[in-house]
């Protein structure tokens, strides 16, 4: 009997305490990269890179300009993107801090496809444009895209710009077209209407091709249209129009302000000189500070 319960007791011990042998082929497991997560465990989260919003009146979208096109015989050079033309848009930057600061004037002409054909830009004093508003004289240098200027629309200063002036020969705005910069090919004058704002288009010898005439009221407010026909210099026939869309887009930076229908078929000169047309309207009547 006492020789099973050494037995036992052996048996005991060897399931307790391995042998010498066992404990040398012990080779420990190699570690996993699966961990058990704990709060101590510092995980990496996926890096996750977002664009920043656009600033608040911000270009976004980049413009695309028309193709170069070749100089045409008996069409004034950058004058040939004019030609195929019968409509345009025009699209002027606000920029959101004019309200302390008047800053001068930009506007893109685009084609009926959305391509840029011109690029306008304003010189003028930066303190008549603070004390004299949209009265101030002004160069508005018409930029190709190879950043050549083409053509210059130019007024002198007058005390009052406004529709209401036109009854006073002295003040009656002037604004004369260049192409190319030192060649007059035409001009735009303020006439005196008793319906409302008139404007008359003439070639180099100032002589009427078209006129232009607009509400006797403009209102200048959300979801209202503005037009101004382009009639026939004997008043008989509306040949085009110029119009602005008044949507709440056109206080937000980017936006369309004016668009433009002409006869396809006019003298390019005379399309240059209506593109002149509606920069003055948008001075007269719906720069800042009327």
Not at 250 to 275: E, M, R, W
């Amino acid at each position: 009997m006492e020789g099973g319960i050494q037995e036992r007791q052996k048996m005991s011990y060897a399931v307790i305490r391995p042998s010498n042998q066992q404990n040398s082929s012990y080779v420990p497991a190699k570690p996993t990269n699966k961990t058990e997560p704990s709060c101590s465990t510092v995980t990496k989260q996926p890096v996750i890179t977002t664009r920043r919003p656009p600033a608040f009146g911000q270009i976004v979208k980049k413009q695309v300009w028309v193709e170069e096109k070749p100089t045409i015989p008996g069409v004034l050079p950058g004058l040939q993107y004019l030609t195929s033309l019968d409509q345009v848009f025009v699209k002027q930057h606000i920029d959101m801090m004019e309200t302390m600061w008047e800053k001068a004037n930009k506007y893109k002409i685009l084609n009926k496809q959305s391509e840029q054909v011109y690029f306008v830009s304003e010189e003028s004093d930066k303190w008549n444009r603070q004390l004299q508003g949209p009265d101030r004289g002004f160069n508005l240098r018409v930029l190709d895209n190879t950043s050549q200027e083409v053509m210059r629309f130019s007024r002198e200063f007058i005390c009052c710009a406004g529709c209401c002036c036109g009854y006073y020969e002295s003040l009656r705005q002037v604004l004369t077209v260049e192409a190319p910069v030192g060649e007059v090919i035409g001009y735009v004058r303020q006439e005196f209407d008793k319906s409302g704002p008139c404007y008359s288009v003439r070639d180099a010898e100032d002589t009427i091709v078209y006129k232009i005439t607009g509400p006797c009221c403009v209102c200048d407010c959300p979801c209202n249209r503005v037009r101004f026909p382009i009639v026939s210099a004997d008043d008989t026939e509306e040949v085009g129009v110029i119009s602005k869309n008044l949507g709440i887009e056109n206080y937000f930076g980017d936006a369309d302000t004016f668009g433009s229908k002409f006869p396809q078929d006019i003298d390019v000169k005379i399309k240059a000189v209506l593109l002149g047309a509606i920069m003055l309207i948008d001075f007269s009547h719906f720069e800042q500070g009327q």
